[in-house]
């Protein structure tokens, strides 16, 4: 068995499109920590809970770090967020 532990931060939006874009901005600034993973990141509906919506592309690039565009992206992926 491993000895990660993940930590389950409940964080309430009004809607689908508005969770995802809170967990980006939570995700994208939760890389300043070394321990952190945000293309882990997924939103569920609060009575849910068991169906997640991802939040990042979540695919390895080079040097194992993971493409930082939103899930579905169109065209190549990127370290670098698109606006």
Request: hydrophobic letters at 40%; aromatic letters at 4%.
């Amino acid at each position: 068995m491993s000895q990660r532990y993940v930590i389950h931060l409940p964080v309430v939006a009004a809607d689908l499109p508005a969770a995802q874009r809170l967990a980006r901005v939570v995700g994208h600034w939760m890389l300043v920590l070394p321990m952190a993973d945000p293309g882990e990141t997924t939103v569920s509906e609060e009575d849910a809970q068991f169906l997640r919506h991802r939040v990042f592309c979540d695919r390895l690039m080079p040097g194992g770090r993971r493409c930082l565009l939103r899930d579905g992206h169109d065209g190549g992926c990127s370290r670098r967020l698109r606006r």
